[in-house]
Every structure is written in structure tokens, then in C-alpha cells.
């Protein structure tokens, strides 16, 4: 009997280990298109034809040292908060790693929606916030400061949710390094109470993503097809009221061939306790739409924040 | 004389009571100052891992006092005010956002901020030692002063401290 309680108490328990590190959120630093533009880490990607310029990661992890030491002093102080930093290295590896195994996979025919390199390098971190960095060396005669910027990005949004900026004191003396490491030091409190105060918002009223439904042009049926009375645009609003946080959603834009939704505020975890981004959220929908009413859809995801659902063929 | 050498005793006893009630009257005068504000914190330096390099100005009738209870308002400040930079020095916001905390965890507060040991001590040190630069001395009339002292506030602790105790929230507490 004593073991039996025992057993099932330390089952207990390391599920709620288990799922109390699963629902910590996570951050990812990476330097800011401005820092890489001005340091020569930018790169070229062809976009459907139109070449645009994209921060090259790698390379100025691989090159830069000041850029390790402002994300490993950032890393450091955030375990001290209790976050978790996912490390840009690793997770530009897996994502590599990714590419290869996707270029042997035969694509299914029909719509992609094209994903630039950084919303994979999101989708693959999956980390909640993205922190950007850069900073400015200015020289005045023999002296030295640092002008340092740091944005607090919502991976799902890409909305600005904290930031903090400023000059540091001037110095004859100190190394680069030493003045990198006072602006981390001074900014990052207030930082992550902006980010707290982000984090208390999700908890209220859900994460926020955005969410569009298209049709095939070859599809039978589009948002104004009626179903039992009842419009399937209306159908999928009604939907999204019942799904998501106090019902809050914006409907953007609303056509016979398309719909658009944003400020979608949907739940932080299933009903399994696992976190819930806007793929996981959208596949309900599509599931309803199936067997419901027997509509055939295909669902595409930009990073962690974008689902799009296309009504009328996979 | 011999009359006089008879009263001694009694006006030392007298004399003794009455300067330890100035005391104790100017310590509570403090302590209300602290609770109603009555401090102004200036940033030093702010970019050291885990501490706040602070100037507290406190008034009191008593410069002693005064230097003692800047160390409870650094600590209250950080908690409850925060402060604002200046060229070089980047302001902090407080440890907490919620405006009542102060009410809504009196009792804890009262203990943390007791003058018998209250737990605030453990996150303070004074830079100088106590003593104070002339102009960092000020009477600003015929009763109060005004001293300025430097403190320095281990921050990461005392955020620590305040979590654990659950009076103000963990970074990305509820996830």
C-alpha cells in the first residue's frame, strides 16, 4: 500500500515537473537587421523571383565575438530570471539539418505559401520572444561610448511587445567588451518588466495571431455558400468566437473568395496541456470544416503566428 | 552641593530618557517619512550584475537617523518607486507594477521594513560606511537636514526574495 502511494506520488510529481518546464516561455537573441546591414552580415534570398536582403545569422555568430558575448551575458541573465534561451547556433543547425531532409521530400501539388529562412528559423525555434540587438560604437577624441538597442519581439505577431535603449557613460579606458556587457547589465531589468507586463496580457486574454481563409478557384463552394441558412463565412466567424479567449478576434477583411482575421487571441495550451500555436489552433477548424460539412482544405503556416486555411482542395 | 550631588543621579536617568525619546520620536518620523514618500533616490550607476549603485536623500531632525533609515528607503524605493536616470546612467523601473502592493501586502511589509530586524538589511549596504560628504549634508531648516547617502542594493536578491515570499511575480509567471 506504502509503495503503491509512493509510486503514484512520484508519477505525480514528475508530471508536474514535466509540464511545469514544457509551459516556460522562451527567448531566442539574435542581432538586428541594422547591426548586420552595418557589420556586413546580410545576405541574399530569392523571393519568388524579387532578391531581398536578410540577415546571414551565421556567419556573424561564426565571425563576431562581441555578438557572443552580449547573447551569452543576456542568456546568463535571464536563466538567473528563470527563462529558458534558446541558443541561435543550435537552432540554426537543426534548421539546417531541416533544409537537407525537406530538399529530398517529394512537395505535394498545389498552393505553398512561401516562408522566408527567418520565419523557418521561428518556426523551428518555436521560442516565444525574440530579442534583436545592436549597438552603435561612438567616438568622441579618445573617448567611447555605447548606443545599444534592444527590441523584444513577439514571435507570433512580430509586434514590438518590450525594447530598451540608450547611451552608456563615456570611458577612456574601458574595453569594448566591458562597455557591451554596463549596457546589457543596465537595460535588461527594465526590459523584462515591459516583458512581464507582455506576459500577464497572454495570460489574460490568449495569444495573438493572425488568421486567413481563401478558396480554390476551382472550389464548389466559397464564404457566401450557404449550409443550413447560414453563410460559411459566418459559420467559421461563429467558429472563432467560440475558440477563441473571451471571443476576441478582428475581422479584418471579409470578400466572397477570402477572409482576414487578426488580433485572433486563441488559448495557450490544449486541452492536453500543450502549447498551442497557430497550426496546432487552425487544424480544429479545418477538422470542423471536414466533418461538418464535408469541405476538403489545406492549411499553411507562416512562422508561429500566421495560419491560412484554402477551401477547396489539398 | 551636597544637595546638588543628590540630583545627579536623577537628572543623568532624566537627561538620558529624554535624548533616547528624541531618538525614538525621530526614527518614527523617519519611518513615516518612508512610508509616505518623503525620500528622493538619484542613479549612480546602474551597470553592475544583480546591484544598484543609488544615492538616497532622507530628512530627519537627526543626521544619524537619517543616515540609518536611507538604507530602508533605497530598499523601499527600488521596490515600490524605482528612479530616474540620468546622462550615462539608465533609470530603473520599481520591482513591482501593481500600485497597492504596499496595502495589499501590509503585513509582510511590516515585517520586511521592521526596525527590529526586518529582513530589508539583508539586501542593502552603505558604500561609505556612514559618513556623509559636507555637501551631502544639508539643513534645509531649523529642525530637519537633509543627508544624502550612498547605497548600493543587491537587486537580483531581493527580487529573488520578493518572489519566493510570492508578493510580486516571477518573470513569465503563470506559463
Known amino acids: 500500500m506504502i509503495k503503491c502511494a509512493l509510486v503514484l506520488s512520484m508519477m505525480f510529481v514528475s508530471i508536474n515537473v514535466m509540464f511545469g518546464q514544457a509551459k516556460r516561455p522562451t527567448v531566442m537573441v539574435v542581432p538586428s537587421d541594422n547591426w548586420c546591414t552595418i557589420n556586413g552580415f546580410m545576405t541574399e534570398w530569392d523571393n519568388q523571383g524579387t532578391k531581398v536582403k536578410i540577415p546571414d545569422y551565421k556567419r556573424a555568430i561564426q565571425e563576431n565575438s562581441d555578438l557572443k558575448l552580449v547573447t551569452a551575458k543576456i542568456g546568463e541573465l535571464m536563466a538567473d530570471r528563470g527563462f529558458v534561451l534558446k541558443v541561435l547556433e543550435s537552432t540554426l543547425k537543426s534548421l539546417q539539418s531541416e533544409s537537407a531532409e525537406d530538399a529530398i521530400l517529394t512537395s505535394k501539388s498545389g498552393a505553398e505559401v512561401t516562408e522566408s529562412p527567418i520565419d523557418k528559423l521561428k518556426k523551428t525555434a518555436k521560442s516565444d520572444i525574440i530579442i534583436q540587438i545592436g549597438w552603435t560604437i561612438n567616438q568622441t577624441g579618445p573617448k567611447r561610448s555605447i548606443t545599444f538597442i534592444m527590441e523584444g519581439l513577439d514571435c507570433y505577431t512580430d509586434k514590438q511587445v518590450a525594447g530598451a535603449s540608450g547611451t552608456g557613460p563615456s570611458s577612456f579606458a574601458a574595453e569594448l567588451p566591458v562597455l557591451l556587457e554596463e549596457a546589457v547589465l543596465s537595460k535588461l531589468d527594465n526590459f523584462n518588466t515591459q516583458l512581464q507586463n507582455h506576459f500577464e496580457d497572454i495570460l489574460a486574454n490568449g495569444r495573438e495571431i493572425s488568421l486567413r481563409i481563401k478558396t480554390f478557384s476551382n472550389s464548389a463552394s466559397d464564404l457566401e455558400t450557404e449550409y443550413n441558412g447560414e453563410e460559411l463565412g459566418a459559420i467559421i466567424e461563429k467558429w472563432l468566437s467560440q475558440n477563441t479567449v473571451q471571443g476576441k478576434f478582428n475581422t479584418t477583411d471579409a470578400t466572397a473568395a477570402m477572409m482576414f482575421f487578426e488580433q485572433v487571441r486563441i488559448p495557450l495550451f490544449d486541452a492536453n496541456s500543450r502549447a498551442l500555436d497557430s497550426r496546432g489552433w487552425a487544424k480544429d477548424l479545418q477538422k470542423m470544416l471536414k466533418d461538418k460539412y464535408t469541405l476538403t482544405s489545406k492549411l499553411m503556416t507562416k512562422g508561429l503566428g500566421q495560419a491560412s486555411i484554402v477551401i477547396g482542395d489539398k | ?175
Open chain 2, 1 to 175: 552641593m551636597k544637595r546638588m550631588f543628590k540630583f545627579l543621579p536623577i537628572l543623568f536617568i532624566l537627561t538620558a530618557f529624554l535624548s533616547f525619546n528624541s531618538m525614538a520620536q525621530s526614527k518614527k518620523q523617519a519611518n513615516q517619512d518612508t512610508e509616505s514618500w518623503k525620500y528622493e533616490i538619484e542613479a549612480i550607476k546602474t551597470g553592475t550584475q544583480g546591484s544598484y549603485l543609488i544615492k538616497v536623500w532622507s530628512y530627519s531632525k537627526s543626521p544619524q537617523v537619517a543616515i540609518e533609515q536611507a538604507k530602508k528607503n533605497a530598499v523601499h524605493g527600488i521596490i515600490f518607486q524605482g528612479f530616474v536616470g540620468r546622462q550615462g546612467v539608465s533609470g530603473q523601473k520599481p520591482l513591482t507594477n501593481n500600485s497597492n502592493l504596499e496595502f495589499e501586502k501590509a503585513d509582510y511589509f511590516r515585517g520586511f521594513f521592521s526596525d527590529n530586524g526586518g529582513k530589508y538589511m539583508k539586501f542593502v549596504s552603505m558604500t561609505t560606511d556612514g559618513s556623509v560628504a559636507a555637501e551631502d549634508r544639508l539643513k534645509i531648516d531649523k529642525k530637519t537636514y537633509k543627508i544624502g547617502v550612498l547605497v548600493s542594493v543587491n537587486v537580483s536578491a531581493l527580487r529573488k526574495e520578493l518572489e519566493d515570499a510570492g508578493i510580486i511575480n516571477k518573470l513569465g509567471a503563470g506559463f
